[in-house]
């Protein structure tokens, strides 16, 4: 797919950017999209991602490519 992206230093597929967000597997993921910020930890870019972490959930997720830093739209 053409949508794979590298993320540090990995290529990730949408689901597997999802999973490195969700902290385990997912159903389905969305294209990777370049969010219109920075990481608040290291300024790299970031990664943005909708995806589904369950048949009745949607998320979007947010994803540093050069480290670990990620967030979610969730209320928590
Ligand atoms: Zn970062």
Known sequence: MG???VVQGRMVTPERLA???EGSDV???EPIED???DCP???SDVLT???MPSALAFVTGWKCQ???WSETD???
Do not use: F, S
Request: one cysteine or more.
């Open 3 to 5: 949508t794979n992206r």
């Open 19 to 21: 999973e490195l967000i």
């Open 27 to 29: 159903m389905d993921a």
């Open 35 to 37: 969010a219109d910020r």
């Open 41 to 43: 930890e290291c300024g």
């Open 49 to 51: 991602v909708g995806y």
């Open 66 to 68: 050069e480290c670990e």
């Open 74 to 76: 969730r209320d928590e």
